[in-house]
């Protein structure tokens, strides 16, 4: 006889006539046929040996699908069902927003206060950095975590309120102007979590379940601020082994507003329709949620309180991804069909805004989304052409671009580029466009997408030099931030590459970019500093979210005068 988890993932009806019990009247569920088809898209991770996913499809506010995909926790083989609960990342962001929003509409703050009215403990920037700001992704503050890793954090270590106060406090300077660009953000919804409880005199989760989560009925979603917290039904997050296999990977943190949101994919769904409608905060505000924020030279970020405003495929979306730790999360709403998508998973390696934009297309059918702009063929000689490490001096980020079984790849993604013509290319199925331009001064690419690449990026190709023993030993010694109180060690290995040491983590080895710049594996971006003799006498250190931080050479000989 088969167990019951066998039975029900083999009966999508059984599905169906749940969403009916549960909801009665309004939107018709989909047809068996149409489950089949949905069941299909999540395939790989239904079975009872794989971490997966839950599903909740809404139409007109009603739920018309949701099912369980794969196991909850493999250790006490529980499965995966639509009452599962996931830590759902930074679709946190904009829950947290909209508690700053209600306070706005309360009268006990505005948007354009200047954060140190509240968060009094931080560095003075030159000038005002406003809540808006960190609303938008555009204060310029750089991760938290970031800092607190060149300090000695690793993953694991617990991280609180006041570990990012006192980090923030010690690092003194802005990404960049603020208002200047966009650049996500996690530092800036973790301080607009710290506002909210100042301004409030509630805790942050206090405040959400007693003006949000409570007046909507949802009943499976808390703010987790203490990750000892006790949570039935709550799902394990997994990631895989290297070597193969799976281990646990699920995050500890203290701290709210960017991430640690608890819910179901029903809770999230009761929540997208009070985007549509206001039922609580008014239309007004939700509205003003969902239009996008300004750069100061008056360009638009596509990016509103908390959620992205993108077409996709000629097709308008609200939408926001989660990631944290092993877990991965989508919510999307399609604002022209009323019909609202909520993917939750418990396993890494998936993406849920994939899985929800193909069951979208099940859903509404495919007319209605544009074509995906067409495929031209791409020998082995044009695409060795394009191969090679492409540099953009002002975030300081790299692309490397690498053929792998016949096939143009960034590296860092498992999708291959795919082939637009005229020098474009798409990354697999994803909304992120890659152009490369030849011309007298050198090669260029061009990365257009979705977050964290709003606006374009033009990276320049770059030749690394080769680098003898002497050159390498320039590089060798240890440099220090005072304000992190950390040091990094670099050295020459066996093999002639410099490696990178750091307090409680393994070496890392740096790769050559191009004169005294390196890449690591986890660290980002390292460039050597010289004074005018060509002495090498300091480092930055930088990665997507943070820029320049610099390390002073503490093992320089004393210059005798």
């Known amino acids: 006889m088969p167990s019951r988890f066998q039975f029900a993932m083999s009966i999508p009806a059984l599905a169906l006539s749940l969403v009916t019990d549960l909801w009665g009247q309004g939107a018709p569920p989909v047809t068996a ?15 009872t040996h794989s971490p997966g996913c839950v599903l909740g499809v ?52 505005s948007l354009d206060d200047d954060i140190h009215r509240y968060l009094p403990e931080l560095p003075e920037y030159g000038e005002p950095v406003t809540i808006r700001q960190l609303l938008a992704h555009t204060a310029g503050f750089p991760d938290f975590g970031f800092l607190l890793r060149r300090a000695g954090w ?30 996500y953000s996690n530092t800036g919804y973790t301080l607009l979590a710290i506002i909210v409880r100042r301004v409030s005199g509630q805790s942050h989760r206090e405040f959400a379940e007693t003006r949000i989560f409570a007046p909507l009925g949802m009943r499976d979603t808390h703010i987790q601020e203490d990750h000892r917290t006790i949570v039935r ?17 699920i995050p500890n943190w203290d701290i709210s507003g960017a991430t640690n949101l608890l819910t179901t994919a029903n809770d999230l769904l009761k929540w997208e ?28 970020t596509a990016y509103g309180f908390g959620l992205l405003i993108e077409p996709y495929r000629g097709v308008r979306t609200i939408n926001h991804s989660g990631g944290d730790a092993g877990y991965r999360a989508e919510v999307v709403r399609f604002l022209d069909h009323d019909l609202a998508i909520a993917t939750l998973c ?13 069951v979208a297309e099940i859903v509404l059918g495919p007319r209605v989304f544009a074509s995906l702009a067409p495929t031209v ?23 490397r671009i690498l053929i792998m079984d016949g096939k143009l790849m960034t590296g860092a993604s498992p999708d291959a580029l795919v082939a637009l013509g005229d020098s474009r290319f798409r990354l697999g199925e994803q909304s992120i466009e890659l152009k490369f331009s030849v011309s007298m001064t050198g090669s260029t690419l061009e990365v257009r997408g979705a977050p964290p690449m709003l606006q374009p990026a033009t990276f320049a190709r770059v030749t690394a030099p ?54 690591t594996r986890v660290l980002g971006t390292v460039t050597f500093v010289r004074e005018a003799s060509g002495k090498v006498i300091g480092l930055t250190n930088s990665d997507g979210q943070t820029r320049g931080v610099s390390f002073t050479r503490v093992d320089l000989p004393l210059t005798r005068k």
């Open 58 to 109: 809404s139409r007109n506010g009603n739920v018309v699908y949701t099912r369980g995909y794969g196991m909850s926790n493999l250790e006490y083989d529980v499965a995966i069902t639509p009452d599962s609960i996931f830590q759902v990342g930074s679709i946190a962001k904009q829950f947290t927003a909209f508690a700053i929003a209600l306070l706005a509409s309360d009268g006990k703050l």
């Open 233 to 249: 039904r709550r799902t394990s997050a997994y990631e895989p082994r290297p070597g193969g296999g799976l281990r646990i990977n």
């Open 154 to 183: 690793r993953f694991a270590d617990i991280t609180t309120e006041d570990d990012v106060l006192e980090i923030l406090a010690r690092h003194k300077s802005l990404n960049f102007r603020p208002g200047s660009e966009f650049l």
């Open 466 to 519: 080769t680098y003898s023993d002497a050159d390498l030993q320039a590089y060798a010694g240890e440099y220090r931030n005072d304000d992190l109180a950390a040091t990094l060690t670099i050295a020459v290995t066996p093999g002639q590459h410099l490696s990178l040491s750091r307090r409680k983590f393994e070496p890392l080895t740096l790769d050559a970019v191009k004169l005294d710049v390196f890449t």
């Open 273 to 300: 329709q009070n985007l549509v409608d206001g039922r609580v905060g008014g239309k007004a505000l939700v509205d003003a949620m969902q239009v996008s924020g300004h750069l100061n030279d008056g360009s638009a």
């Open 33 to 47: 046929e149409t489950a089949q088809r949905i069941d299909a898209v999540f395939a790989t991770w239904n079975n």
């Open 346 to 358: 418990n396993l890494g390696t998936i993406n849920p805004r994939l899985l929800n934009r193909k």
């Open 377 to 399: 063929p791409i020998t082995h000689a044009e695409m060795e052409k394009l191969v090679g490490t492409y540099w953009n001096a002002t975030t300081q980020d790299v692309w």
